[in-house]
Each structure stands twice: as C-alpha cells, then as structure tokens.
C-alpha cells in the first residue's frame, strides 16, 4: 500500500462514505423487501381462506383403492399437509336399469363415485343416486341392474346434489363453504366429470355417488365381473404462466380404463408461498404438482389448480406494488443525492493541507485523483455490501415490528437477486459519482503553498451566501407546499370556485401540474429550502448558534460561535445531514401515527368496535315477540351484546303523518327511525365526529338516558349530491311528530349528524331492500373500503318510543316491518343461522381497513429507512467533527489558558460548540418533521383512495389529523438528547488530553 493510499484510507472523515454506502444500499433493499413483504402477506391471506389448493387425478387400468397405494409415496412429500382422495369408475349397462318405477332399457352408462362423508351424516344409508330434477330428494330408491337389486339408497335430485356434497366436504374436512368458494371440490369434480359426460357420451348416464369405501369397492368389483368398462372423460383446466401473461385452457381428459383417481391436495403455505414473491410462489407450486403427476405408466394430470387461480389476483397487484415502491423511494434518493453529493468537496476541503504536502513531495494530481477514487470505492463497497443485511434487518423491523429469522433470511435471499444487487451498487456509484467532477476540480486547484495556509481558507469557497435564483425558486416552492398541506390553497378548491375567470382556471391547471412533484418532491424541496437558506446566511446562522451556546457558556457564546463558522462547509453540511434525517425520520413517524387514528376512526364508524352483528327482520306489530327474539339469539352469543331496532318505511306506514315540525317552522319527514336502549354506547364505540358541530358520543348518551331526546340523521352532502336537498343546514331544537292530529312524540333534537353508528351492518339487510343508504367502495391496492351513509333522513330515538309508534290504532298500515340488529362483542354460534338470524361477522371488513392502512404506510417506511440511515450518518459526522474540532481549537485554547482564563470557562467553551452544533443540526428537523407528519399524508389524502363524490370525511366524519403518539414522543427526545449526549461524551473524554497538550504547548513558548 503506497502512501497515498495509507493517508485516504486512514482519514476518519472518509468513514461518512462508508456509512453512505450502508445508507443507499439499505434504502433500496428496504424498499424492495418492504414492496415483498406486503405482496407476500397478501398471497397469504388470498390462499388462506382456499377450500383446497389443487387437485390432481391418476389413472390406469388398476382400481382406485390399488392405484391409491401406488401414488401414496408421491404424495408423502413434505410439501404436502394433508390429502383426500376420491374413487371414480365407468361401466356400460347395455341392458339399461330401472329406478323404483321408472324404467330404462336403452344402453347406459354407470358411473360409480366414492366421496369421504358423503353418508356417514348427510345420507345414513349406503349412497346416494343422482335422479333427475323431477325425483324428490332423500326419497328411498330401489335400483335394479342386470337383475342385481340396490334397495338401500337415496335418490336425490340432480338440481340439488351440489348442496348434498357441500355439506358432504365440510363434515369430512371441517372447513365451511362461504359464498365467495361457491363450491366445494366434491362439488367441483361432480359437476366436470357431468359436464365432459353430457358433452361426449351419447349414453344415458346413471351416477351413484356413495360415501362408504367398502360400498365403492364392492359395487365397483360386481361391475368389474359383470359390465364392460366404459371410457370416462373429465374436464380439466390447464393453467400457464409467463413473464406477462396467465392463462387457462379448458380441455376433456379421456380416461380408457374407465378407472379415476382424483386426490384433494391441501399443501403448506410456508413451503409453497416461497420468494416473497408471486412469480417464485407460482413456479414452486408448478414444480411440486409436475412432481405429483410425474408417474410412469399411469394417466396423470392437474385436475384443478385453486391456488394457481386465486395466485393470479396478487399478480396485477404486484406490479402496482413494485411501482409504487419504486415511486416512493425517488424522494428518498433524491435526499441521499443532496446529501452526499457534498461529502467528497468537504472532504477534500479538510485534506488541503495534507494534499498540499503531498504535491510538494512531487506526487501528480493525477495520481492523487486515482488514488482519491479508489479510497472512495472501497469505502462505498464495504458499505454497500453491509448495507444489503442492514436494508434486509431495516425493512422486516419497520414492515412487522420485531425480528424473525426465518423471515430476515427469506428477505437476504431476495435481497442478493442480482438486478437488485447491480441496481443499489448503481444507485450509490452514480450518486457518488456526481461530486466528482467538482471534486477533482477543487483537488487541481490545491496548490503546494496551501500547507501553510489556515484551514478556513479552504472551505470558504464551497458556501456561497445568499440565494442564487434556483434557490429561490425551491424556496417559493416551498411556500406552496406548506399553504397546499395546510389546505390553504389547492388546484380543487380553486375549480370549486363558482364561476371562476380565466386567471383562476389557469392557475388551477398550473397547480395541477405541480401535485405529482409536491406528492413526490415536496418534502424534499422543503427540507432542502431551508438549509440552503440556513447555509447561505452564515451571520444569521452564526446568531442562532450564539443563542444557544448561551445556555451553556454565557460569557464566551460568542466566541464558541464564531469558533464553529471557522468550519463553514462542514457545518453546513452537519445542517443538510441532521436536518433531512430528523425531519424524515419525524415525518415518516408521526406520518404513520397519523394515519393509524384515521384508519382507526373509519374503523371505528364502520365497525363500532364489535365483532358480529345479528340480523333479522322483524314485524313491529307484537312488540313481545321482539324481545322473545334478542332473548332467545342470547343464547347463542358468547360474549357482551346489546341491541338497535329500524323501524323502516315511515311514509308508507304513515299515510297521512305531518313531517317533523320544528319550533322555527323547518319540517322534515324522517324515512326511518333507530331506536337504541339504554345501554348502547357501552357496547358500541361511537365516532363522536359524525355529528354536525357537535360531540355525537355525548348526543346518543342523551338519548340513551333521556326518551325526550333525539338525534336527526341527514347526509348534507349526499342529500346534495343526488339533488335531494330535503334540508340545506343541520337542525336542532324542540320538534314534534304528529299522526294526523295525534301527537306521537315531542322531542328535542339534540343536532343533525351525518350517518348512524357502527354503519357497516347496515350494507346487508337494508341496502338490499331499500334505497334508504347507498355504499359505494373506495379500493385501496387489494381491499375495498366501503362509503357507506344514509341518503334518506332519519331518527335515533330511545326505544321507550317504540310503543308511540308501533301500537297506533289510526295507523294506516297494520305491517310494520324493520330489523333488529344485535351488536355484540365476543363470538356468535354459527348454528344460530337455522333459527332465522343472519350473522355478520366483521373480520373481513377489518382485514379490508388493515390491508389498506398497511399499503399507506410504504412510502412512509421508505422515509424512515432514509432517515434513520442518514441519522446515523449524521451522528457519526458530528463524533467527527466534535473530535477534531478539539484538536483545531487547540491552539486558542491555549492563548486562553496562558491568559489566565480558568480550565473551566474553556471546558464549558468546547461544550457549548460541540453542543451547539449538535443542537443546530438536528433542532430544524425536529420542527420540519413534526410539519412533514401532516403534510406527506394530507398533500395526497384525495389522490390515493380517498376521492369521491361522497369523500371519507363527508361519510364518516373522519379526517387527517396530526397525531403524536407515545413512542413517536420518545423518539423526538432521543433524536434530540442523543447528539446532544454524545457530543458531551465525546468533549468529556477528549478534554484531558486537550489539557495537557494545552500545558505542554505553553510550555514549549516560555
């Protein structure tokens, strides 16, 4: 090693390069891994709720019971949790058969069908015939064939065996069939083999599906001596991929031997859901099922591939994914360019000197460029290479919150893909690479005489003060970035103008231009702006740093200030480090408590924090039997519960009744009426912003406690929007409710709030029926969240109303119809569905809110993964510069204590630079951050799934809101106490030494 080589890699300053190498590379692991992790908990939760993963079908001239022990070693493999298998064969019944009296004499064919279960609960006997649509089912059969009698079976309608084997599956396997499978794989493999049998066999087809095995053995042995085998055809789905496309062809399987084995597979997800990706998670599966139908001598085949199929929905979702991710992180290494762009000039800057005494030993600028860039090289590859198990640890940390190893090794094995690999080694050369040139340009501009020459004289010329015109610019950018984020002005309000003029449509256009660069760059241009303003002003920066070493060192804040502006470009650049990375890093935590209370609010007003909701519909008109009915579902709930009823269909009901009548004289009628008991609010959570102007929690506790009070129910903004404007501004006051000149109810209404509580129920029963609410679903990358509010005017009353209303002897209508909704927190007995109730369960829609809040989150991840990085950068910046600063200051130190001024005074004197320094560095992140926190998520708050018509804070009341929550509090004091302590730690450890060599030093001048 020359020496040269000795000097650049020895400087401490070049560790910032390693450190930035960890830095890049570990943005962009973390972004790709981050991108991974939620597309693979996606495929998860697609494939989780699969009825079986895949079926696949053997054949040869054996019976199935014999090939079943053929292939069982195949299906042994560890991939593979369980299996079922189900028995198929064809014989030809040139004599016909007959059914009870039904008679056929033609030539026919038998099929013969073995299915798990199908007896041992649904059918007691010893199996079922398919009949045709006119038999009636679970009728006793007699089968006569070839003079053979079959007396013991079932003869079941064609129409509705798919029921029968459903039911069949669900007792064999436990697992239920909900209505997004449709069907079961009984259902499935019946209803292709009768599909390719009606389509290809001429012959009249009799289907016997039995349950037992021995049954299937003995019926299939008696054909086998009797009855000539007839060739079988199914229907089969072949499934293909590309790097572009899917797709499906449907073809018929002709089986000679007449003699199928069909096998249910049920494999591990961990095992096959591999690569965090859908591409690896589709070539495994493809794989493990050319490996299951590999088989010599046999007639094999992949009958159906569930988990191909639903694979299929992650893929469009994928690439939208990585696009997004790869979006996301253009603001981050755009804040990485701004920052280590500048380390190589101020890095040279410090080695003057000592590339100064190089030249004048007669070593060439080139060599010392070459040599320069080869230093850099090996700093930013050692990091770079470290950076790829940083970014792995990084993103699995941010993304689920704790350390797997399973999962950090699945996440290093994506990470050492070579495109990704060759790209984060691209992205930090080219970062790197873009100092350069003003790098050896300042290196051919230091001269041999420069070595005596005082250290400020080389960093002056790397600040320029005041703004140059593209600062300005970026400044006034910034402007609008903090009046957009604070919904000041917005290119939406201003088309909202009525009537706007010219000018304001085009400065609307203007501003559309603008928003993909503030929904990107805004951030960025901010934190930017204001360190460039910072730098550029160095009196005003040196003012700020007196201020605060005042704290520390009244008498010499000064001097410690302008001790610090003697290193301009270093401080500058310990501003640009300190103040983009605490800024981010604030901005990405606060940003994602942020939207957690806003997800958690729409979580809220759609689910009222309850599990299950209970519905029926009910007729008003014997009150008792209303309450029989919550009793007597009780039974079945396993956990706290309480109760709503709607009285629906008032204007039908209430033929001639007077609308609300107000004091003032505004009168509307209410469509619907909600009455809630006493304790309501205890089991249902309550957004207390669905009311217009007032705490809507504390309105239903009025009314929970007080019948005289009420609560009006009208959607302003949908009301407008459909052009129904039944009223034009919230009501309250005292009102009455008359039948002709009956009074039914005098009431106060407590205000006008914009939808009912726990509103999600309502999409099942009463959209259905009725035109009282609309929903519409906002997607959000693989989940739909659903708008759900009222667009007809209603009521929640106390239910000691209810009697006012439904016992009326001059009621027009003797039906009131309505629903009882039972709200409750805890678990419900599915066999509570045969007695009449339906239950909705509300795990889905919860999934729907997480996976939502999960993909905003990604860009916020990708902050804190630059920031963190660039923190710990910055940290390491100032224990540099703490450190030398010492050493640089040594000599006034000196000049001071010769002076007489007390060890004291100059200890607290290298605190307050150090510390103030410190302070500088990261005190306008903390304040940019605490902003960013609200403007990177409300900036584009419309633009990713939340526009509409009817938007989330019309519907529900919600909106985004700055929120600080107690673990983004503990990181603010420790992003701020930490330079602070280090920097004293440092200055404490090294101060010592600065005394001595102080001493010594004076000694050497008496």
Known sequence: MNLIQKIFLSNKYFIVLFLIGIAVTSLIISAFNTSYLYVNDMVKELTSGLPCHAIVFYSNNDHPWILEKTVSNKLGRDEVKQYLNIYVESYSLPNGFSINDFKYNYSSQLVLMYFPGLNEKYVTTSGVIVGLPSGSYNSRAKIIIDNRSFTDLVFVRSDIVDDVLDKAFSHTTNISITPSHQHSPYTDIYKYIYEAQTSFSPLFTLYILVGDKQTFIDLATYADKHFEKYPLRIMSREISFTSNTFSIRSYTENISSGKLLLTILWFHAQKMITGLSVEASENRIKSVLKDLTSISQCVTGIFKDY??????????VEKFIRIFSALSILPSLTVIYLTTTRVPTVLVSTMRKIIALVRIRGISIKKIRNQLLFT???????????????????????????????????????????????????????LITASFYSTFKNISKIQPREFTRPSIFAELPLIKKGLSRGSILLLLLSIYYIIRATEIVSPAKLLAIREPNTTIIIGAILLFILEPIMIYFGPVILIYSITKLLASYPDKLSSMISWIAKAVSRKYHILASRLIMLKPARI????VLGTFSTGIVLGGLVGMDSVNLLYDHISISMSGGVDNVVVKQIDFTNTSNIYKDVEDASEYINGSYTYALFLIDIRSIYGSIKPIELSKGAMVLPVWIMFIP?????????????????????????????????????????????????????????????LDNQLLANIDIVGTARNIPAVGYIANPIITHSSYFSSMSIGVVSAQIKLIYPTSTGLIMNIMNLEKFVKNKNLTNEFLRGYLFIFVKGSVDKTLTSKGYNVLNFKGMQKNIDKAKQFMVIGFNNYLSTGISLFIVALIFISILTYTIIFENLYAYTLM??????????????????LSMSIISVLPGIIIGLFLGYALFNVSFESYAFYAPIGVENVYGVSYILSISLNSLISILIILLLPIILSYIIVKITYKRVVREAIMLLGSHV
């Open 307 to 316: 988990l191909s199929l639903r694979l299929q929905e992650a893929r469009d």
């Open 376 to 430: 850099m090289i090996i700093w930013i590859t050692i990091g770079s290479i470290i950076g790829i198990f940083t970014g792995s640890l990084l993103s699995e940390i941010l993304y689920i919150g704790k350390f797997d190893q399973t999962i950090y090794f699945n996440l290093l094995n994506s990470a050492f893909d070579p495109l990704i690999i060759i790209s984060s080694f691209v992205a930090v050369l080219i």
């Open 572 to 575: 500058a650049l310990l501003i």
């Open 678 to 738: 006493g304790n309501f609010s205890k089991i249902v959570e309550i957004n207390s912003a669905l009311g217009y102007g007032f705490d809507f929690r504390e309105a239903i506790k009025q009314v929970e406690n007080d019948p005289g009070k009420a609560i009006f129910i009208a959607n302003i903004n949908a009301m407008k929007e459909r052009e129904e404007e039944i009223i034009a501004e919230p009501i309250s006051g005292n009102a009455y409710i008359k």
């Open 897 to 914: 204590r010769a002076r007489g001024v007390p060890s004291s005074s100059v200890y607290r004197l290298c605190v307050s630079e150090a």
